[in-house]
């Protein structure tokens, strides 16, 4: 008999999880903050031995105010099969409790126990290609599975009708760091054929969209549909994506509504994206089910900490619902996954990095971890302590940067934030891209300023350009309905893109914004098939250009006379559009004695407003250029661009309506700049300014400005 329960379980909760897929995201409520949160991840069950009570007394002394539980050991939740165990944590939820310290409690739902892999080694997601799938690792089975769904709500339900009713707990983390897991197996493929069913209706229409018939692959009915595992269709391609980040949308909506289902009302529901922008991860849709978006945003020390990376992820995050979010995990020590990537942060980084993230919006910044793990395999993925779990100078930056938080905090929190600029995002275009390549070159370190050659490697060039031009920025997605806010508008490589999204960007130039544009953009539609119109299709009359071939670049080309006077760096690489200006201005030409019969660079008077295209990838000195004189056409530039080359300016409005200026100085020695703004007070220091005075920033440190 309890077999055949479980199995009528199983199936109740297949059921829930297709009417997931399908349901209107909830209307949801940003939590509001009274100050700052300050924490981070704590794992009591990871120690070596009792120190609870030792570890909450360094915490509540440092003035840690959040910390971030539970996610990581299901075992531990559920020892066996349908044996709950609260004990354990319920201790450390008391002793938190008592120290004045809230709690996000996660679902452990990333790390299936060993008993759970055992009962059901079928759940284990099956990669591309069919090969072994193995136990040991995190996040390796197939979220879509029932069986595994059975289990997880089980889980999920009893541990939030646990800590419904316990203040301390303010929120759920959902999962952590959801992917698709590249997962294949049998559910994952009917899913995705009931999923081409609905969108395409017949197989004809299949094979029209996605253009079938080359190689005679055409589908001639649905039970013949083949595997993703070796196609080479571009559109089987694109649509298995979407349909992989479409898995983890509706994982994630099935569980938010579990959550919602047994949480008390004031509790927030949160994810924690691994930082920002993966392929198999629709961020701007699963936020739609979300309270509040938290992020991973790792990034580099000592002499890379520019804090770049954090404002990438940050200016993304935010963009998603325009609204503050969460630092779940960032750096405390030192990161990596073996000791060959050992470098801590210099006296200040800590500090500093703090600040980076709330002068992106954030509300809350927890480190990854409290205390260094001895064993497994982050062992040198260090925490606030280390491995002697004493007092150091990391903990004693993070006390400091506490008990000032404590202070300056209500001053800080619930920051609004407002951009004249964005970057079009489209994952459709990275996926397209990733399919058919448009240069190929070895990888760089993820903490570089190297721009790829890739879809990514443009977004991130044209960001840190924005970044470092103290310029700031948002994105928008191509859901989005309303672009008029803008001034300036960057696309980097808009690959896909069906029709209605081109026609709303020229609707925009046309009304009077301003737009950079880059090559590739408008190439194919949204099947991920090459528009059968001369390029760049519809978007030929806003560019006032077209172009019939293209080529890869051996090696890199100058631009005739350096119109930008970039020097050294006057330099355009990977690809080369044959543009033919039509009504479009020519900005600049290749300095070559083939290339340079075309434009490298064209600007067009469309409406009201100019559309900036660049038929090749420039470099980052070139591409600052290029964005610059397109800030200052659309009045965008100011005392902003003036500051020291280290120094980066971030600003908004506080709860009380007053203007707020950071001032951050990201290098080993002091600057000093003219403040241009109006009078008010440093924040950390209640020191008096007034325009025009001369302030100094300390290295590795920074001002907050208050005005009045």
């Known amino acids: 008999m309890k077999p055949l329960l479980k199995l009528f379980a199983i ?13 209107t995201p909830p209307a949801t409520q940003a939590p509001q903050f009274s100050t700052i949160l300050y924490g981070a991840a704590y794992y009591n069950e990871y120690n070596p031995y009792e120190r609870l ?27 066996e099969d349908g044996h709950f165990e609260y004990a354990w944590m319920n201790r450390v939820v008391d002793a938190m409790s008592k120290a004045g310290i809230k709690v996000i409690m996660g679902t452990p739902t990333y790390s299936i126990p060993t008993w759970l892999y055992h009962e059901h080694p079928e759940i284990l997601a099956r990669p591309l290609g069919g090969g072994e799938t193995f136990y040991g690792m995190r996040q390796n089975m197939d979220i879509d599975s029932p069986v595994y769904r059975y289990y997880a709500q089980r889980l999920i339900r009893n541990m939030v009708e646990h800590y419904r009713n316990n203040p301390t707990v303010i929120g759920w983390q959902i999962d952590n760091e959801t992917h698709s897991y590249d997962a294949s197996n049998n559910d994952v493929f009917t899913g995705f054929v009931n999923h081409l069913k609905r969108k395409f209706g017949t197989t004809d229409a299949l094979n029209k969209a996605w253009g079938l018939n080359y190689w005679g692959e055409d589908v001639d009915g649905w039970e013949n549909m083949p595997t993703r595992d070796s196609t080479i269709s571009t559109g089987y391609k694109l649509e298995w994506a979407r349909w992989q980040q479409m898995r983890v949308t509706n994982f994630l909506a099935w569980q938010a509504a579990l959550v919602r289902e047994y949480r008390r009302p004031d509790q927030f529901v949160m994810q924690d994206f691994a930082g920002a922008m993966h392929t198999d991860v629709n961020e701007f849709e699963i936020a739609k089910y979300l309270d509040v978006s938290g992020t991973n945003p790792y990034h580099g020390t000592q002499d890379h900490m520019d804090g770049a990376a954090q404002a990438l992820v940050g200016d993304y995050i935010r963009s998603l619902r325009h609204q503050n979010y969460l630092v779940t995990e960032t750096n405390a020590q030192t990161i990596g996954w073996d000791s060959g990537f050992q470098y801590p942060p210099y006296d200040g980084q800590i500090r500093l990095d703090v600040y980076t993230h709330i002068s992106s919006g954030a509300n809350m910044v927890e480190y990854w971890h409290w205390s260094s793990i001895p064993s497994g395999q982050e062992v040198y993925w260090k925490g606030v302590l280390g491995h002697d779990f004493e007092p150091n100078r990391v903990y004693k930056e993070v006390s400091r940067t506490a008990h000032e938080l404590q202070k300056v905090g209500p001053e800080l929190v619930n920051m609004k934030i407002s951009n004249q600029v964005a970057i079009l995002y489209s994952i459709d275009s990275w996926n397209g891209l990733n399919a058919m390549p448009f240069a190929h070159q070895p990888p760089v370190a993820w903490h570089s300023d190297i721009a790829t050659a890739d879809y990514v490697g443009l977004v991130r060039q044209f960001h840190r350009v924005l970044y470092n031009a103290n310029v700031g920025c948002d994105f928008v997605f191509p859901e989005d309905t309303d672009l008029s806010r803008y001034k300036v508008l960057i696309v980097p490589a808009l690959y896909v893109a069906d029709d209605a999204l081109l026609q709303k960007i020229s609707d925009y130039i046309k009304q009077g914004g301003h737009v950079i544009m880059t090559f590739k953009s408008g190439f194919t539609n949204e099947n991920n098939a090459v528009r059968w119109v001369r390029a760049p299709g519809p978007l030929r009359e806003a560019a006032g250009f077209s172009y019939q071939e293209f080529s890869n ?9 350096d119109p930008f006077h970039a020097g050294d760096d006057n330099k355009v690489m990977y690809w080369a559009e044959f543009l033919m200006t039509e009504h479009a201005k020519t900005l600049a030409t290749y300095d070559h004695p ?18 900036t295209y660049e038929g090749t990838f420039l470099s980052n000195a070139l591409q600052k250029a290029v964005v610059l004189d397109v800030l200052k056409q659309a009045g965008l530039t100011g005392p902003a661009q003036q500051l020291p080359a280290s120094v980066r300016e971030k600003d908004g409005l506080n709860p009380s309506g007053k203007k707020i200026h950071y001032f951050l100085n990201y290098s080993g020695t002091s600057q000093t700049f003219t403040y241009a703004y109006g009078g008010g007070a440093d924040l950390l220091t209640g020191r008096s300014v007034s325009s025009s005075d001369q302030i100094a920033v300390n290295p590795w440190d920074l001002v907050i400005i208050e005005e009045r």
């Open 11 to 23: 199936a109740c909760t297949l059921s829930f999880a297709a009417i997931a897929q399908t349901t």
């Open 53 to 79: 009570d030792k570890d909450v007394a360094l915490m509540q002394q440092a003035g840690i105010t959040v910390v971030r539980m539970g996610e990581s050991t299901w075992s531990l939740w559920e020892p």
């Open 553 to 561: 670049l051996e090696s890199p080309l100058a631009l005739k006379g």
């Open 594 to 611: 083939f290339y340079g019969q075309w434009p490298a660079i064209t600007q067009n008077q469309y409406g009201s407003g100019t559309l």
